[in-house]
């Protein structure tokens, strides 16, 4: 085996890559044009940039955005959803809009499988898991030749209270692969969620049967080019919940990875959480197309049950994540006199103007190069030089529509790029009840350390953290994750009804079923760990939260019910601003997990600062409107407990940190950017 553990996070515009040399105990990172239309050339190519060979990769784990790329633009197999005979439209009737009654502009998600391609299948199951009415066999099998015919490429399967007894599922995958052939796709309710809601569970066979013949074709052919280029251990792939599996398994369950790229930076944050003590972290990932949020809460990453995309439900334990089109590559535009940024980007082809690849239209990065705020000659690792009068021609033209000169016309951008931002993290964090002015900012992505004081400036934040490699942070953190697998059991008791034994059973045999499948992941019996927990409710309610069972929460024990209920109540309270603590609660499901530990890069303390003094150059920048001298500081000449103040400009290969005038850095043990306002600092 070789030394280097290594990650790589495919972004709309770079390729980032991350390598650990365990044998000097040293990181690099590299970066790479991604590449749209073959996204394996701009993977090898970031592998080129920081190892020697393939083959002196010991570890590898890859963060993909092909299924949710596949989903957002619309462009998965075309499906054939198999529904319960007399309740198969109940992926069309769906939900009401619960949050949005009173939106006269609302639209009702457009789903992605149309009526005409949905089929009613006699059979039934109850709602105890008995049957009442056999499998039409028939029918599923005149439902393949419409497959035949019409060129679906995947079938969607989703019975009712095929969670309590999935045998007709199961019988109808067997006779479509009979009719089909093994190795087409079949996605089954309860496999994809094993969950009550119908319609929801629906939702997710339907999402992974959509994505999962392209996400399964992408990382295949991503593991012939690297086992052909000399890899000898197996591809890992990063899952929304924070977890990874083998290439293998995430291609039986690709559905666990669409949102695998973006929630890197989570795990990540969740990582400098534990090295630095800071409990409560907002992570603000901006890259070339998108801007992500994240929270970390009392050092964990904010996850749920559930997640929603346009609309569209899903059904899988997912890190939240909060995205908006504004990225550096997000392109500005004039909408009834009006200035908008995004969620158009131009992304890597042609890209923003200054790219010099044919592009024309003005971008966020556009208009920080014509502020000064980048350096033309040392983008991207010096792998790019930016063509500043071509992003000074199309910022201009765009400013003649707003009577604006072109460095007002940058500000503006820069200023609505902001606002958008600063909203998406009010999103994440406000309307849930959180005060982002508890959190530090940690800044990451390409782009994230170059508008982050800002943000943190219109939202109140004291402290912001760039990290080390900021642009491959995402990367970085998949490297300090392991091996999950989620496991749920549906179960409904009042508490006053809760069979305390039958419950301690239930999980003991989840925790059984959930080791046994790390045996398929390479984890050895002694780095295998579970994790428990329940969804609660109260009496009549609908929605539940997830309250996590602790090793001295052994159901039987007489204080286990006070002890859950007084965790979901404060729980509620944190949520909803109030709780009713001694109410009747409901069970509603169980939640296993189980974690292989696959090892982890050590933590790397930054060498300390020779000196005081802080090797820079002076560029002129502008800041509302005024050149200002500004120090322009290479990050490698940085050590630390090295000190300087706004305004600076800090460059590294992978991304571009903007410290405006009246703040300070101070450079931490770990080789962060710590940047406070000037006056908070001398107080």
Not at 185 to 208: G, I, M, N, P, Q
Not at 375 to 388: K, R
Request: proline share 5%; aromatic share 6%.
């Amino acid at each position: 085996m070789g030394s280097y553990r290594v990650s790589m996070d495919i972004g709309g515009t770079f390729t980032d890559v991350v390598t650990y040399d365990e044998d000097t105990g040293t990181f690099a990172a590299g970066k790479a044009s991604t590449t749209p239309g073959n996204l394996s050339e701009g993977v090898l190519e970031g592998l080129g940039s920081v190892i020697g060979r393939t083959s002196d990769i010991g570890f590898l784990v890859h963060g993909t955005t092909q299924g949710l790329n596949a989903f957002l633009e619309r462009r998965g197999v075309k499906v054939l959803l198999l529904g319960t005979a007399g309740a198969e439209d109940s992926y069309h009737i769906a939900r009401g809009p619960r949050t949005r009654l009173y939106d006269l502009h609302y639209r009702k998600p457009e789903p992605l499988v149309p009526r005409r391609d949905v089929r009613g299948i006699g059979g039934r199951i109850a709602a105890d898991g008995s049957e009442l009415e056999p499998l039409d066999e028939a029918a599923v099998r005149l439902a393949a030749a419409d497959v035949r015919a019409q060129g679906h490429g995947a079938v969607a399967v989703a019975f009712l209270f095929s969670y309590k007894n999935p045998a007709h599922e199961l019988r109808a995958r067997e006779i479509l692969l009979a009719e089909l052939g093994d190795d087409f796709t079949v996605s089954l309710s309860h496999e994809a969620a094993k969950e009550w809601r119908e319609y929801e569970r629906t939702s997710s066979a339907v999402v992974e049967s959509y994505t999962g013949p392209i996400v399964r074709r992408y990382l295949l052919e991503l593991e012939d080019r690297l086992r052909s280029d000399g890899l000898g251990v197996p591809l890992h792939v990063m899952q929304s919940s924070g977890g990874i599996l083998t290439a293998e398994s995430a291609r039986a369950r690709p559905l666990q990875t669409l949102l695998s790229g973006p929630v890197g930076g989570a795990i990540a944050c969740a990582e400098l959480s534990r090295q630095s003590g800071r409990r409560n972290l907002i992570g603000v990932d901006m890259g070339g197309t998108s801007f992500d949020v994240s929270l970390i809460v009392d050092g964990e990453p904010d996850v749920s049950a559930e997640a929603q995309l346009e609309g569209l439900p899903m059904l899988m334990s997912v890190v939240n994540i909060h995205t908006v089109g504004a990225g550096g590559g997000s392109v500005a535009w004039s909408e009834a006199g009006g200035l908008r940024v995004g969620p158009r980007s131009a992304g890597a082809r042609p890209g923003p103007a200054c790219y010099g690849r044919g592009g024309t239209e003005p971008t966020v990065t556009d208009a920080n190069l014509v502020l000064g705020r980048i350096d033309p000659e040392g983008f991207a690792g010096g792998q790019m030089t930016l063509d500043t009068d071509a992003a000074k021609t199309a910022v201009a033209a765009l400013g003649e529509s707003f009577g604006l000169d072109t460095t007002e016309m940058a500000e503006g951008i820069c200023t609505v790029a902001n606002s958008k931002m600063a909203q998406a993290i009010r999103t994440i964090t406000v309307s849930r009840g959180i005060e982002p002015r508890d959190s530090s900012l940690v800044a990451f992505g390409g782009a994230g350390p170059m508008h982050a004081v800002f943000l943190a400036q219109e939202l109140g934040i004291a402290e912001t953290i760039v990290p080390r490699f900021p642009g491959a942070f995402s990367a970085w953190g998949m490297l300090q994750t392991r091996i999950r697998k989620d496991f749920t059991e549906p179960y409904f008791f009042l508490d006053a009804d809760l069979d305390a034994a039958d419950m301690a059973a239930t999980l003991r045999r989840m925790q059984e079923q959930g080791l046994a499948t790390l045996d398929d992941e390479g984890v050895k019996p002694e780095q295998r760990a579970v994790a428990h927990a329940v969804d609660i409710r109260y009496e009549a309610q609908e929605y539940t939260l997830t309250v996590p069972l602790t090793d001295a929460d052994e159901p039987g024990r007489p204080e286990f019910l006070t002890a859950v209920a007084e965790r979901f109540a404060q729980q509620h309270q944190d949520r909803y601003g109030h709780a009713n603590l001694g109410a009747p609660i409901e069970f509603v499901a169980l939640r296993t997990t189980a974690f292989g530990d696959l090892g982890k890069p050590a933590p790397q303390e930054w060498p300390v600062a020779r000196s005081e003094e802080v090797p820079h150059v002076v560029r002129t920048v502008v800041f509302d409107g005024r050149p200002c001298e500004t120090m322009l500081i290479r990050r490698d000449d940085l050590g630390a407990a090295h000190r300087f103040a706004g305004p600076a400009i800090v460059v590294e290969a992978t991304a571009t940190t903007v410290v405006p005038p009246g703040f300070q850095v101070t450079v931490d043990d770990a080789g962060s950017l710590i940047i406070r306002a000037q006056q908070e600092v001398e107080a």
